[in-house]
């Protein structure tokens, strides 16, 4: 059974504060198999950036399976700017060797299981006192279960009050998974 075997509404949300700076918990209780099924998530609305920052996982999610859908759900999320050519071959390229890097943002993926999400699917998208420095941006962050920092993404509101992506930073090189290392 894939990752991506089953879809479904998203549960309830979970909001938390721990000093001072505000954690989402972003909570799909199945993910989904398409491009259709995708936009039709409620988070698809992309009116706060914690939505769009948890989806860009989804959408990375998909690039080992489909390349070409993950290319249609990321221009989806940046709206009224698609990604470049240059964008494109830096996904391939952060693809070529290290396809469980998008899965390490959902909770309980971590080396040890070979990245293998906890259910119900979610991702923490947190901000920080300096998220909404530049107007019209919010740079939030992301924990992978497999680096020691959190991973910085850019949003940008546009004026038809939907949070776009902007940038992401979140495929830069992790622990490998434990199944590929001959010493564990």
Same mark, same amino acid.
């Given at each position: 059974?894939? $990752?991506?075997? @089953? ?13 001072? @700076? ?32 948890? /989806? ?20 989806? $999320? ?76 850019? /949003?940008? $509101?546009?004026?038809?009050?939907? %949070?776009? /992506? %902007? ?13 590929? @290392?001959? %010493?564990?």
């Amino acid at each position: 059974m894939g $990752l991506f075997d @089953n879809i479904g509404s998203p549960a309830p949300q979970n909001v938390q504060q721990s000093s001072g @700076n505000k954690t989402v918990d972003v909570v799909f209780t199945k993910l989904p198999d398409n491009f259709a099924e995708f936009t039709a998530l409620p988070q698809a609305a992309m009116d706060d950036p914690f939505k769009t920052a948890a /989806l860009t996982v989804l959408a990375l999610c998909f690039y080992p399976q489909d390349k070409d859908t993950c290319i249609q759900m990321l221009n989806f $999320l940046k709206g009224p700017q698609p990604l470049s050519t240059y964008e494109q071959q830096f996904l391939a390229d952060r693809f070529r060797d290290a396809d469980y890097v998008p899965r390490s943002y959902f909770v309980g993926a971590v080396p040890a299981n070979d990245y293998k999400p906890v259910q119900p699917y979610t991702v923490k998208v947190s901000e920080n006192p300096y998220s909404y420095q530049d107007s019209g941006y919010a740079k939030l962050y992301l924990q992978s279960g497999g680096a020691d920092s959190p991973r910085p993404i850019q /949003l940008r $509101l546009a004026k038809d009050g939907k %949070w776009y /992506l %902007w940038e992401q930073f979140l495929l830069a090189g992790i622990r490998p998974p434990e199944s590929t @290392n001959p %010493w564990a």
